[in-house]
């Protein structure tokens, strides 16, 4: 269980420091008002933890790489590529309705407790 957390642990600092790493690159020439950096980090994810989910399905890597690439650099990196495999794995089994309730629920509940807490605040 230690192994498991530490992995996940050292996945997480590569995630959180390659997001930090690629809004100070993007920001710096990129400059419009535009959250570009959040959305290549959120899409880079998505398609990295798609890779790594095939992968997995497929039995060519193991539990430990899962647990530092996907749960831990993934995680780290950007919470929607686990969002966007959620969707994926409900909508892979045929919970339609499930994937689309999610989904609004996740954006709409979340950018309203996001304003909440904002105007909580002031």
């Known amino acids: 269980m230690l192994r498991a957390f530490l992995?996940?642990?050292l996945g997480g600092f590569l995630g959180s420091i390659s997001r930090y790493g690629i809004?100070?690159?993007?920001?710096?020439?990129?400059?419009n008002g535009l959250p570009y950096a959040t959305f290549l980090v959120n899409i880079i994810g998505c398609f990295l933890i798609g890779?790594?989910?095939?992968?997995?399905?497929?039995?060519?890597?193991?539990?430990?790489?899962?647990?530092?690439?996907?749960t831990g650099f993934c995680g780290a990196f950007t919470t929607f590529s686990t969002f966007a495999l959620?969707?994926?794995?409900?909508?892979?089994?045929r919970l339609n309705i499930q994937a689309m309730s999610y989904t609004l629920l996740s954006l709409?509940?979340?950018?309203?407790?996001c304003r909440l807490g904002i105007f909580l605040v002031k």
């Open 7 to 9: 992995l996940v642990g």
């Open 23 to 31: 809004n100070q690159i993007v920001t710096k020439y990129i400059s």
């Open 51 to 70: 890779l790594l989910f095939g992968l997995m399905q497929r039995n060519q890597i193991d539990n430990s790489t899962w647990l530092i690439v996907a």
């Open 86 to 93: 959620e969707n994926n794995i409900l909508l892979n089994d």
């Open 108 to 113: 709409f509940i979340g950018i309203l407790l």
